[in-house]
């Protein structure tokens, strides 16, 4: 139904970003919301989803995150909130590569996803995925309120609030500055 959005970042909350598109706040669920910043022009890739009892919208950064985002989603155990929970966790050719290789440990790392499902996605996605980097937009510092923006977000990703709240003193003595920084960096502690 629609291919991608033009506008401006109205807000960025653990989980979505809220794109203003000439007066309408279109609520996208994103894997990382925090590549953007409240007031920043945005071309937003955008898959809609429509269930039995529920409708969304999820964002991505790139058209190749979201091609990515719709192959897995044609894997038999894979829902919306697992594709991007794996689409926000893996660096920009990681997947690929896990699936390529064979590389089942890679793919259980992801929450939700145990071994048979691992396996499933290899069976499924073989030869089919290709992800491309693209660097993510500048986000302002703001130290403290930007740490517990990026706890809030991976809770929101689907991690355990325990395992989180662990990260937590970690993620402060990282150097990080940006609730972008503590997302990714918090990422890579958590696979």
Same mark, same amino acid.
């Given at each position: 139904?629609? !291919?991608?959005?033009?506008?401006?970042?109205?807000?960025t909350e653990p989980g979505?970003?809220?794109?203003?598109? %000439?007066?309408?706040?279109y609520r996208l669920l994103?894997?990382?919301?925090?590549?953007?910043?409240?007031?920043?022009?945005?071309?937003?890739?955008?898959?809609?989803?429509? @269930?039995?009892?529920?409708?969304?919208?999820?964002?991505?950064?790139?058209? !190749?995150?979201? @091609? &990515?985002?719709?192959?897995?989603?044609?894997?038999?155990?894979?829902?919306?909130?697992?594709?991007?929970?794996?689409?926000?966790?893996?660096?920009?050719?990681?997947?690929?590569?896990?699936?390529?290789?064979?590389?089942? %440990?890679?793919?259980?790392?992801?929450?939700?996803?145990?071994?048979? &499902?691992?396996?499933?996605?290899?069976?499924?996605?073989?030869?089919?995925?290709?992800?491309?980097?693209?660097?993510?937009?500048?986000?302002?510092?703001?130290?403290?309120?930007a740490l517990a923006d990026?706890?809030?977000?991976?809770?929101?990703?689907?991690?355990?609030?325990?395992?989180?709240?662990?990260?937590?003193?970690?993620?402060?003595?990282?150097?990080?500055?940006? &609730?972008?920084?503590?997302?990714?960096?918090?990422?890579?502690?958590?696979?």
């Open positions: 139904m629609y !291919e991608y959005m033009n506008g401006i970042i109205a807000a979505y970003v809220v794109l203003d598109v %000439n007066g309408i706040g994103m894997g990382n919301p925090y590549a953007y910043a409240a007031g920043q022009k945005a071309k937003i890739w955008v898959q809609h989803i429509i @269930r039995d009892n529920d409708q969304a919208l999820y964002g991505f950064e790139t058209e !190749e995150a979201k @091609r &990515t985002f719709n192959q897995l989603l044609t894997v038999t155990g894979i829902g919306p909130k697992s594709a991007l929970a794996i689409l926000a966790n893996t660096d920009s050719n990681g997947l690929s590569q896990a699936v390529s290789g064979g590389d089942v %440990n890679y793919l259980t790392k992801f929450p939700g996803i145990g071994k048979k &499902t691992a396996q499933q996605i290899i069976l499924d996605l073989k030869g089919k995925l290709a992800l491309t980097a693209q660097p993510a937009p500048a986000v302002a510092p703001d130290v403290a309120p990026a706890l809030a977000a991976l809770v929101a990703l689907g991690y355990q609030e325990k395992a989180v709240n662990k990260l937590a003193d970690k993620l402060a003595e990282s150097g990080e500055t940006t &609730t972008d920084g503590y997302l990714r960096r918090g990422l890579q502690l958590l696979s």
